[in-house]
């Protein structure tokens, strides 16, 4: 594991057995999710959850992926258990995860993840299943914790056309075969799925990291986010409270995490503030965006200044 690594991770009920009993768990199942981002400082670009497992598309902070997968597979099982006034393993012994080149499969590994629905013959259409990503993706609702900007600026860098190249791709994919190589990895190492030179960076222990281009920095998004704002360097670092000091710091969390430069809690140091707080700013600027054209369009400049 790796800042940055991308990973395609399923987590199945023990024997089969149903994890999801009605909305209430799903959407306990949504707020452990948050929870864990809030905490650990992860990204998820795409999930499903199925009545019986769960599909996530995982890219990495600091943290571990086991410590992420065994706080939430803990607290989900305890959750159900409490419910159903049961107790023991809720989950199948260790979650399977797949460590995927993201500058190839980023957009495969979306789409399958959330064409899971229609190939179990569940929905026609991946819009109508309530219960992954694809509809925060068009618009159609909205998840806070879910990152949808980095896959679709890689469909244009405006977010209406995006939506639409997206919503294309992922229908075509329909068409495909059931990709097993999203469970199973390569013939060279099942827990890995890329090119021969990703693989072999991988098994060298010295992966490509995910993001950011090598001129990209904490400082620099500071920069380039003071220039947008018209803030002095150093009044960016006070702890007055404005409207315009905590969009731009809300505004500086984003593109530290969208540009894989560093973390929030790297981020939260730096400029004296609460991490719960630029999580919190993030979020707020996430949902803005989706109705904000002027918003989304700015994100899109700072993006490709910084980068």
Request: hydrophobic share 40%.
């Amino acid at each position: 594991m790796y800042p940055g690594a991308l990973y395609h991770v399923i987590l199945r009920g023990n024997d089969s057995q149903t994890i999801f009993f009605d909305d209430k768990d799903r959407t306990r199942f949504y707020l452990l999710l948050q929870e864990g981002i809030e905490r650990f400082g992860h990204r998820i670009h795409g999930f499903c959850l199925m009545s019986n497992h769960v599909h996530l598309a995982i890219q990495m902070g600091e943290v571990p992926l086991s410590r992420i997968l065994q706080n939430l597979s803990f607290r989900y099982t305890r959750w159900v258990n409490w419910r159903q006034k049961r107790s023991g393993h809720l989950f199948q012994g260790r979650y399977k995860a797949v460590l995927v080149d993201a500058d190839i499969y980023l957009k495969e590994l979306v789409r399958y993840i959330h064409l899971n629905p229609v190939r179990a013959g569940i929905v026609n259409e991946p819009e109508d299943y309530g219960w992954s990503g694809h509809r925060a993706y068009l618009g159609l609702e909205a998840i806070p914790w879910l990152t949808t900007d980095w896959v679709l600026s890689l469909f244009s860098k405006r977010l209406s056309l995006a939506r639409k190249a997206y919503t294309t791709f992922v229908h075509d994919g329909k068409k495909g075969s059931r990709q097993e190589e999203y469970h199973k990895g390569t013939k060279i190492d099942s827990r890995i799925l890329g090119d021969d030179d990703f693989i072999d960076r991988v098994l060298d222990g010295k992966p490509r990291r995910l993001r950011p281009k090598a001129t990209a920095t904490i400082d620099k998004a500071i920069l380039e986010i003071c220039r947008h704002f018209h803030l002095e360097e150093n009044d960016f670092f006070i702890t007055g409270r404005g409207h315009k000091l905590s969009e731009a710091r809300g505004m500086a969390a984003w593109l530290v995490l969208e540009l894989g430069v560093g973390t929030l809690a790297e981020l939260s140091r730096r400029v004296g503030r609460d991490l719960t707080t630029l999580s919190a700013q993030v979020k707020r600027l996430q949902i803005r965006s989706k109705t904000d054209s002027e918003l989304a369009e700015a994100m899109g400049l700072l993006l490709k200044a910084v980068s």
